[in-house]
């Protein structure tokens, strides 16, 4: 009987723990979480997936590292199908598309109260909120120093006009060009038009826009910007200034690296300030951020951890393995963010101080990329001057019309 009583015991026993392992499975949430080319931060992300999954023993998180080349493509499919990731990494042009489509979940703004709120009402579409920003990067003035004291001019220039009206000078002073212009890389020149309050249809034609236009045609026909700005790339750009043929390169503070290992006394003579502006006064930025597809299964646990990825303390982390800028309010106040010790921390801290003033932001079109190629084409003519600066405007916005 004693042996049998105790038989009965661990039996009862064993039945209950696999029901109750058979309810935990059933409880269980996957979370498949989608970045783009994060895998040398495989560490970092791990131990927060680590942290999230053990206050959160119901859910597991499967991290899928996805190529950036192959980003929109994968997504695409992804969110057409019945089964797609439950949170994704994206630009915001690609998430705007999405959200076009109807198949991203919209993000309720008292979620975000902890973002910095202009980054928040530049990835709104229709003034409805689709994404929540994870970093951003905004452009710096790369400067060579040296040069520029070399050309006896005192004052840095703030805005494309005044670096305008310096270049001539630098040129004679120094035999170096002023700046490198890459106004036919994707959308350099609608960027720098939006710095003027350029945005929409009617205003490409305008007389803000044709003095715009016309100041880049007089600074190549005069030969105070390279032949080369309306083919180069920003890396190509770089390279001119590593070898010490242009004075001002604007880019992200991560290219300070790579002028330190590629030219390192070109780096020695250089020094940072704040990226070129427009009358209208605000900076330009890049950010990535998150969506839900709207047929994701487990919608608000990946609103939850993504909040948790975002939050002031992993964010920060992230800043300081990299040389991305917080999005989350905290971490952008954080002492971090005013260290001003050598030339990175300086460089970080003036593209930090830049998020606060990122708007009135152009806002992406539906044909965003065809929109660019247009204006750049326009560019091209108008500097290589095989039409009149009127004229060639006046084409644009007929084909723009044809394209909205």
């Not at 042996?3 to 015991?9: D, G, N, S, V």
Request: hydrophobic share 40%.
């Amino acid at each position: 009987m004693k042996k049998f009583i105790t038989l009965f015991i661990i039996t009862i026993s064993i039945l209950t723990l696999t029901a109750c392992s058979f309810r935990r499975d059933a409880d269980l949430k996957e979370i498949t979480f989608w970045t783009l080319q994060m895998g040398d931060f495989s560490d970092y992300i791990y131990k927060v997936i680590r942290t999230y999954e053990k206050n959160h023993p119901n859910v597991i998180i499967k991290w899928v590292d996805v190529p950036f080349s192959e980003g929109e493509k994968r997504t695409l499919a992804a969110v057409m199908t019945d089964n797609p990731p439950d949170l994704i990494n994206l630009n915001p042009d690609f998430s705007a598309l999405l959200a076009q489509k109807g198949t991203l979940e919209e993000i309720e703004e008292h979620n975000v109260k902890n973002f910095n709120p202009e980054i928040i009402k530049a990835l709104k579409y229709n003034d409805k909120l689709y994404s929540i920003p994870w970093y951003a990067t905004s452009a710096i003035t790369i400067y060579n120093k040296a040069l520029f004291d070399k050309s006896g001019i005192i004052r840095l220039p703030k805005t494309y006009r005044e670096l305008s009206f310096i270049a001539e000078k630098i040129k004679t002073s120094t035999g170096a060009y002023a700046y490198l212009p890459t106004i036919t890389e994707n959308d350099t020149m609608v960027k720098i038009l939006n710095k003027y309050g350029i945005s929409e249809i009617d205003d490409f034609n305008s007389e803000e826009s044709i003095k715009v236009f016309n100041m880049f045609k007089e600074l190549y026909q005069k030969g105070l910007i390279p032949q080369e700005t309306i083919t180069f790339t920003h890396r190509e750009a770089l390279e001119q200034y590593m070898a010490g043929k242009i004075v001002f390169f604007q880019g992200g503070a991560n290219f300070l690296k790579m002028i330190e290992e590629n030219a390192p006394s070109v780096y020695a003579q250089t020094n940072v300030c704040e990226q070129i502006k427009g009358p209208v006064g605000q900076n330009d930025f890049s950010v990535m951020n998150f969506v839900i597809p709207k047929k994701a299964k487990f919608k608000k646990e990946a609103l939850d951890f993504c909040l948790y990825l975002t939050n002031y303390e992993n964010q920060l982390e992230l800043a300081k393995m990299t040389n991305i800028i917080a999005t989350n309010t905290e971490a952008l106040n954080d002492k971090f963010y005013s260290d001003y010790s050598d030339i990175t921390s300086k460089a970080r801290s003036i593209s930090a101080k830049q998020i606060n003033k990122i708007t009135p932001q152009v806002k992406q079109k539906r044909n965003q990329k065809e929109i660019n190629n247009l204006v750049n084409t326009t560019v091209q003519t108008i500097l290589l001057n095989k039409n009149s600066v009127q004229d060639s405007l006046d084409s644009l916005v007929k084909s723009l019309k044809l394209i909205y």
